[in-house]
């Protein structure tokens, strides 16, 4: 049994594609085409040279001496903080800027929670000449206003999305409405692994470099090419499914899923989605989602714009049902002080997402020669004024 995708787009029950009539032609074009392109040689070939030489990978693998000291375990930090733009998004937008200049597309739309897969798509539109045009919600607008001001420096139109939470799941929705509107010139760069097939398989491909990566970093590092965990925040899932990819289907390896309960599982406000989600459809696909008992989604809230989503990918949902996946609830008070002791015991400031990853070290205990690899998402500038009030800095 393989953790991968099937051919028919589903992980065990999870995935799919449950879209209105009018997207099925921009669906089926790019479900037809996608592993030929990014399979093509000329398609890796400028992948990678970007990669590398734009983006700045790979990324360092850092033995994390403080950590490791105050933990009581071997702490690895995956750097894609470091990337271009300041987190792992910027791996999928170029992925599928590549990918839509292809299929001969002019026009690129994006939803955005936190800012960052807008700016990476309004970084990568301004590289590519493109048109850009980033949703995002009204609230989010105003808690991660330095990402706003880069994408207008960018060159993107950024329209405020007032329904709903205002929030991540009401940007996607008028994303899609957007996609609906425009067949015909139109990519859509949807940021995470969610959305109807084939989106969560072609954003995990992009993101698998960063578990190649750490495969050939720990060889190097440790001598062999896996570690004990892989721990990883899950907003839609992306970022963890870039740092599981080569490792899905290797039992030596486990795996942790880190999801944000926001003010607390029961509060009323919360994302956490496997602690409190059902099957549903969102956005395309099916997997496991808030909703009440009649089937309304929940308005999600988390401290984090990024990890505000009332449902998780099909991977992840997957991971989660089979027991694959370890999934551990964050609420924002670990997250903030975790990302306060990161910013203190390591001189390096994360996202809040990012944070929520390491909240985990408090409650679970490693063993001393467990071999423990954090995905650091992104960076935490954006972040900086909710820090400083939070902790009356
Ligand atoms: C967007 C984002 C996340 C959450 O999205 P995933 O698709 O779950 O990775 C996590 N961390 C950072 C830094 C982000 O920008």
């Given at each position: 049994m393989s953790y991968n995708i099937n051919s028919k787009g589903y992980y065990g029950s999870f995935g799919g594609a449950y879209i209105p009539e009018m997207l099925l032609h921009n669906i089926e074009e790019l479900k037809d085409n996608y592993l030929k392109i990014i399979k093509d040689k000329s398609f890796t070939k400028e992948f990678n040279e970007l990669l590398k030489?734009?983006?700045?990978?790979?990324?360092p693998l850092y033995f994390s001496k403080n950590l490791s000291q105050k933990y009581l375990t071997k702490v690895y930090l995956k750097r894609e903080d470091l990337n271009h733009t300041g987190s792992h998004k910027i791996n999928n937008t170029i992925g599928q800027i590549l990918l839509a200049k292809r299929l001969k597309k002019s026009r690129i739309i994006a939803e955005t929670g936190a800012g960052q897969h807008g700016v990476a798509t309004a970084t990568v539109c301004a590289l590519m000449g493109l048109k850009c045009i980033v949703y995002m919600g009204a609230t989010d607008i105003k808690r991660q206003s330095p990402n706003v001001a880069r994408m207008k420096m960018l060159g993107a139109e950024v329209i405020s999305v007032t329904s709903g939470s205002s929030t991540l799941k009401d940007a996607t929705n008028e994303a899609m409405r957007d996609w609906i509107n425009n067949p015909i010139d139109t990519h859509y760069i949807v940021g995470s692994v969610v959305g109807p097939h084939p989106f969560p398989d072609m954003v995990a491909r992009f993101q698998s470099v960063i578990s190649k990566e750490i495969k050939e970093q720990l060889t190097e590092l440790e001598g062999r090419d896996y570690p004990d965990y892989l721990v990883a925040c899950v907003g839609g899932g992306s970022n963890a499914a870039g740092t599981f990819y080569d490792y899905?289907?290797?039992?030596r390896v486990k795996i942790i899923c880190v999801e944000a309960s926001g003010k607390?599982?029961?509060?009323?406000?919360?994302?956490a989605t496997t602690k409190l989600g059902k099957l549903g459809i969102i956005h395309g696909s099916k997997t496991l989602l808030m909703q009440t008992n009649d089937g309304q989604i929940t308005e999600p809230y988390s401290i984090s714009a990024g990890l505000d989503y009332p449902g998780i990918g099909p991977m992840h949902a997957n991971l989660y049902t089979s027991k694959r996946g370890e999934f551990i609830s964050v609420d924002d008070d670990e997250a903030m002080a975790a990302g306060l002791m990161l910013s203190q015991t390591e001189g390096i400031i994360p996202a809040i997402e990012t944070a929520h990853a390491f909240a985990i070290f408090e409650n679970k205990k490693f063993k001393p020669k467990d071999i423990v690899v954090v995905n650091l998402s992104g960076r935490g500038d954006k972040d900086l004024e909710n820090f400083t009030d939070y902790f009356k800095i």
């Open positions: 030489n734009y983006v700045g990978r790979p990324s899905l289907d290797d039992q607390g599982i029961n509060s009323g406000k919360s994302a």
